[in-house]
């Protein structure tokens, strides 16, 4: 059996729309065709000695991570995601893939579920002629990312619940309580 090989091509239609209580709050995005910086998630480290030191991950603990979106700021649609203080988000995309054996290109949908604190207004830079676009940065407490119907990983910092895949790294810890 042969492995299909893939060539990205492009993601297309990146919106973003306002949460609350876990439920979106408008029909339409509240922000779309825009860039949105997902996080990098770095975990903690723990130094085993054997036969000197080995730093291993420890994925149990993980830093801070954010999430930035880039918007039209002063887009009336844009109020809800530019608040500050506690915010829920969902953000969705699609990843274009072009089948190399068929040619035919192919999109995967992924949505990241976000919440966490704007910890800043942000404002545009005004030039004439210019596009009104300013980041605002999330401060997340928790992040979950599907691909179509599947859960790619789930952070909760709160909770403390770290899913990566089907492994839950916390369970092990949390079971100890």
């Known amino acids: 059996m042969s492995r299909q090989t893939y060539k990205f091509t492009t993601i297309k239609g990146c919106a973003l729309w306002a949460m609350e209580n876990g439920a979106v709050i408008s029909s339409v995005p509240n922000a779309d065709n825009i860039t949105i910086t997902l996080p990098e998630l770095t975990f903690g480290t723990t130094d085993v000695n054997i036969l000197g030191t080995l730093t291993l991950p ?17 887009n009336p649609d844009s109020e809800p995601i530019k608040r500050i203080g506690y915010q829920e988000w969902k953000i969705t995309y699609c990843v274009g893939l072009v089948n190399a054996q068929t ?35 999330m401060n997340c407490t928790s992040i979950r990312k599907m691909k179509g119907n599947e859960t790619e990983f789930e952070i909760d910092r709160l909770n403390g619940n770290i899913k990566l895949g089907d492994k839950d790294y916390a369970n092990d810890i949390n079971s100890l309580y």
């Open 58 to 74: 420890d994925f149990t603990r993980i830093d801070n991570f954010t999430v930035t979106a880039n918007i039209a700021v002063d």
């Open 103 to 137: 040619g035919l290109e192919e999109y995967t949908p992924y949505t990241v579920y976000c919440k966490g604190f704007i910890g800043s207004i942000p404002l545009s830079s005004v030039e004439q002629g210019g596009d009104g676009m300013a980041d605002v940065t």
